[in-house]
């Protein structure tokens, strides 16, 4: 039986604010996706993809776990992609 992974609203939005991304649209940039795809996330109706979670954690991340995940994953800096919640 599959598991949805859902991220944790109030746990990344805290960190979010932390970083000064209080809004959706600006957090959805730093994540390196659509506003639409982010909010949905965040209400956690759509399983979220790989590199969503990724995207999460490179930007909440310490830096080490950012240099992990760029030695590890090829991912694109800065991109926005419309496949990032799995359907």
Known sequence: MAHRVTLR????EARANELGLESQSAQAR???VVTSIHNR??????ALSAEYALGVLRL?????LR???DALF???A???TTTAVAS
Do not use: C, H, Q
């Open 74 to 76: 090829d991912i694109p």
């Open 30 to 32: 730093a994540i390196g």
């Open 60 to 64: 909440v991340g310490s830096p080490e």
């Open 78 to 80: 800065n991109t926005t």
């Open 41 to 46: 996330a965040l209400k956690g109706t759509r």
């Open 67 to 69: 240099r992990e995940i």
């Open 9 to 12: 609203r109030d746990a990344f």
